[in-house]
């Protein structure tokens, strides 16, 4: 007999023996959990389903979810008929956004599902989740405002190519612009300062986090001129030459090649409960000393996410 009399906090043991037999725990208890339960009830098979989607909104902003395993999830949902409830209308929303008859009406099921997230995480979530029917949709003027949310959606699953259709329906200076400068897997000619300084002028982010994140991200990849990226650093408060002992070993990793050590360095540099925890100069050199390990899709998908979600 499982009894939670008295009990008042889940812990991984607790936790663990639960789902092994079977049960899940009580609901207060989770919702007041750190989000490491989530990260494993999502992609824990013997946990309900619905337990799991609530989960995935955590998880997948995380990495630990792809787009197609958080469709998967979905269609799961979908295909149960005793399953009702707000994530069933998802799963059927979902379906929507793949299927509806006109592009407007697959927008509006995309944005749902976006609006419909509790916070930036779950949100980022549901971009993930969305992103292949971002991808579906056609690039035109008509859904033009919608272009930095959209290609965040397709970026989220690395669909930089499909993504790339939408430059010429986004501005410069633009938050779409921004990631498709960054992610674009051919190397484009170097961002002009007017640019950089458009981009600033519509910043709203705190401290200019994004503003930060993208010179940091440019002058990693080489997309923009030293002496024009060292000029707007400055102007946003950063030094992109400050030396750290972490950054010393990753740029030493990266001038002998070794691929592995680079990335294990960058994992520790990324370390931190959200991208407000991220500096830009560890971004730079994350990017950088993967663009010269011949990890140059990691780089630039790290650098339009850091912009994204900044």
């Not at 824990?44 to 997948?60: I, S, T």
């Not at 950089?196 to 991200?217: M, N």
């Not at 408060?237 to 750290?244: E, F, I, K, N, P």
Request: no cysteine.
């Amino acid at each position: 007999k499982i009894e939670w009399d008295g009990v008042s906090t889940i812990t991984p043991w607790r936790y663990a023996l639960t789902v092994a037999v079977g049960l899940e725990p009580p609901a207060a208890l989770m919702d007041d959990a750190p989000p490491r339960f989530a990260y494993a009830t999502a992609t824990a098979p013997m946990v309900g389903l619905e337990a799991r989607a609530k989960a995935a909104d955590r998880a997948a902003a995380t990495g630990i979810l792809s787009s197609a395993a958080m469709v998967d999830l979905y269609a799961q949902i979908y295909a149960q008929d005793d399953i009702t409830g707000a994530w069933a209308t998802s799963s059927e929303t979902l379906r929507e956004a793949y299927v509806a008859a006109s592009e407007a009406d697959r927008l509006a099921a995309i944005r749902s599902l976006w609006d419909g997230a509790g916070d930036a995480q779950a949100r980022y979530s549901r971009q993930v989740l969305t992103a292949y029917a971002a991808a579906r949709l056609p690039a035109g003027d008509s859904l033009a405002q919608y272009a930095g949310d959209l290609v965040a959606s397709m970026l989220a699953a690395g669909l930089d190519r499909n993504a790339m259709r939408w430059l010429p329906q986004v501005d410069e200076g633009s938050l779409g612009w921004a990631q498709l400068v960054l992610a674009n897997p051919v190397r484009p000619a170097a961002v002009s300062a007017g640019a950089l300084d458009s981009f600033h002028d519509a910043d709203e982010s705190d401290q200019y986090r994004k503003s930060r994140f993208l010179v940091a991200g440019l002058a990693g990849l080489g997309r923009v001129d030293a002496g024009v990226a060292n000029d707007f650093a400055a102007q946003v408060g950063v030094d992109l030459t400050r030396q750290t002992r972490w950054t010393r070993l990753i740029d030493q990793a990266a001038d002998v090649n070794n691929q592995a050590l680079v990335v294990l360095l960058a994992g520790v540099g990324m370390q931190g409960d959200g991208w407000d925890k991220m500096t830009s100069v560890n971004l730079y050199h994350i990017v950088s000393a993967l663009n010269r390990v011949g990890l140059s899709a990691e780089a630039r998908m790290i650098a339009a996410e850091a912009v994204a979600r900044a």
